[in-house]
């Protein structure tokens, strides 16, 4: 069969057809809420880092999606509450919990697999299950990928932050360190829920 015969017989309905890594306007915009929300998050790190307090980027979790949910209050603001501030809170700190079974010194990338991994996963899961996320097969898909992207991108930036760098413990040696964790992570995250989030009072059909 000749190419230009393939083409035409393409079915351009096929789900693969909204399988794609470009953002539309909506998640575009959400995308840059999110981006404004890391940049609170590693300025409330940075106070907390010199506080010395202990789980500082759990309890700062919140601040990555504020922006967000501050922009979209005048739709299900509720659920958003519950969905992407306490629900990601609770999905990172589960999957620092369960990372936290591996020794980091030993074992970064499996640390970070596990951290990455649980944490993302159970985020994009929270944001489907809710209703807060798009209809359809394609989203579904995205969602298992972007949760594997964002596990290989943990065991990257563990390792990273255990094999390079400074050592020293003081501020803001250490601040610096843990955003070679979190500025790769959280905006790869936020690329991927972007594309997930359900654009606020769309009718999205199923794909």
Known sequence: MSDAAILADEDPREYH?????A??????TAFKWLILGHLFFIAGL?????????NAAVWLTPLLTLP????GRGHKLAMKVVVLIIGLTFAHWAGAQLANQVNASTDPMRFGLIGGGVG??????????????RR?????????????LLAGLGALVVYLYMTTGSTSETFPGNWVQLLKIYTPW??????VLAKVLRPDGAVIEAE
Do not use: E, P
Not at 23 to 28: I, K, P, T, W
Not at 120 to 133: E, I, K, W
Not at 186 to 191: A, E, N, P, S, V
């Open 17 to 21: 057809s909204s399988f794609n890594l």
């Open 23 to 28: 953002l539309d306007s909506a998640a575009g």
């Open 46 to 54: 940075c106070v907390l880092t010199l506080a010395n307090v202990a």
């Open 68 to 71: 967000l949910v501050w922009a």
């Open 120 to 133: 993302a996963g159970l985020a994009l899961l929270f944001v489907l299950g809710s209703g807060l996320g």
């Open 136 to 148: 359809g097969i394609a989203t579904v898909i995205f969602a298992v990928f972007g949760t594997a």
């Open 186 to 191: 959280q905006i790869g995250f936020g690329f």
